[in-house]
């Protein structure tokens, strides 16, 4: 009985940084996607889903968290208060990139994070945010030409 | 064999403090909303309803089996005022037996009403301590911000979905997501945000928002 982790700790050990990195990468800051992962998972604890796989527990954790993430860009917004960019130090070698990656739009940030890290298809990424798959490709295709370096596999 | 994006994202994960405040989540999970107060306040009233009911039915029988025989000896139960007049004309007992039975009515719907507020105030009140067990100080204690959020009654068809909340810097601020659709009049929501400034003590500002539309119904500031 002791020692035993709970389901809900173990979605949480399971969960807790895809779900913060997804926050990061299209707010664009540390505190906003602290906070936005508390309330993602205040959602699950609100919602209690039951999912059919574990493609099904990540779909629906990235789309919350998306959703979330989407809901806070705007409320800053419509108060004018300033959009913020406050990430993790890069190392000196991917500076460059990743400085300019997080000058794009939070929408393309978005795309280039659930395909370029979560591994999600054009299809699958435009069911989850609800946009046209012909948007999702070319947000893709921009973020490739102008982010070549930062996409390129390493060697 | 990674691009740089997955290397620094890699490098990227949630503080051990954040982690902690994620595990202590559930310790919050699903309240139980009804008390055992409430279920005893709902079977007095119930019982008392049905007490006046069998009571109203029994003397609304004797008034009627009175009027109906007028025309012979009138009914010992039936009222004072009729006992008084026994040597009356039979008409004028039927009309004394009407106004009885309408001074009854008149009663039996009094009675009915002080048990139908009795109720509702108690209900009110098994609200309000259902609101303030999650009093809390600060807008970060997400689960008690949750649970206020959560168990207020909105107006017209909104219905709770949501919370998103402020808290890096000031104004600290609470926007509660609604779902369905009814009145977008700012003072039907004014009750509901003095609540939850009182009930969460550094709260600067409350936005209600559409859910589906993420448009704004009503804000309040402290």
């Known amino acids: 009985m002791f020692g035993r982790k709970s389901a809900f700790e173990e979605l949480v050990q399971r969960q807790e940084n895809r779900v913060y990195r997804t926050a990061l990468a299209i707010l664009g800051n540390v505190q906003d996607a602290e906070d936005q992962t508390q309330d993602t998972f205040l959602k699950y604890l609100e919602k209690r889903p039951v999912f059919e796989s574990r493609e099904h527990e990540n779909a629906w954790m990235i789309t919350v968290t998306r959703n979330g993430a989407i809901s806070r860009l705007r409320r800053k917004e419509r108060q004018a208060l300033p959009l913020e960019i406050d990430i993790p130090v890069p190392g000196p070698e991917e500076r460059e990139e990743i400085e300019e990656l997080f000058q794009l739009p939070p929408e393309d940030r978005e795309v280039i994070h659930l395909h370029y890290y979560e591994g999600y298809s054009g299809e699958e990424i435009a069911a989850m945010t609800g946009t046209n798959p012909a948007t999702v490709r070319s947000r893709l295709s921009r973020a490739r030409k102008k982010l070549k370096a930062l996409m390129e596999v390493e060697p | ?215 704004e119904i009503a804000s309040f500031r402290r």
């Open chain 2, 1 to 215: 064999m990674k691009t740089k994006y997955q290397n620094y994202m890699d490098r990227q994960h949630v503080s051990p403090e954040l982690h902690q405040k994620l595990t202590k989540l559930k310790g919050k999970e699903q309240k139980t909303v009804i008390h055992w107060q409430k279920w005893a306040v709902l079977a007095a009233s119930l019982i008392l309803v049905i007490g006046i009911g069998l009571f109203a039915a029994r003397r609304f029988s004797g008034v009627s089996s009175n009027a109906a025989g007028a025309d012979g000896a009138p009914a010992m139960e039936f009222s004072s005022q009729a006992e008084e007049a026994a040597p009356m004309e039979a008409d004028s007992a039927a009309g004394a037996a009407s106004e009885a039975a309408v001074k009854e009515s008149g009663d039996f719907q009094a009675a009915k009403t002080e048990a139908a507020e009795e109720e509702s105030a108690e209900d009110v009140a098994a609200i309000d301590e259902t609101l303030t067990q999650y009093a809390t100080d600060f807008i970060g204690d997400a689960p008690n911000v949750v649970g206020i959020a959560s168990h207020m009654t909105y107006p017209g068809q909104w219905q709770y979905d949501h919370v998103e909340l402020h808290t890096d810097a000031p104004p600290y601020g609470l926007d509660i997501y609604l779902t369905g659709n009814g009145t977008q009049e700012e003072t039907e929501f004014q009750p509901l945000a003095d609540t939850a400034f009182a009930l969460i003590g550094n709260l600067d500002q409350v936005t209600f928002l559409s859910s589906e539309t993420g448009d």
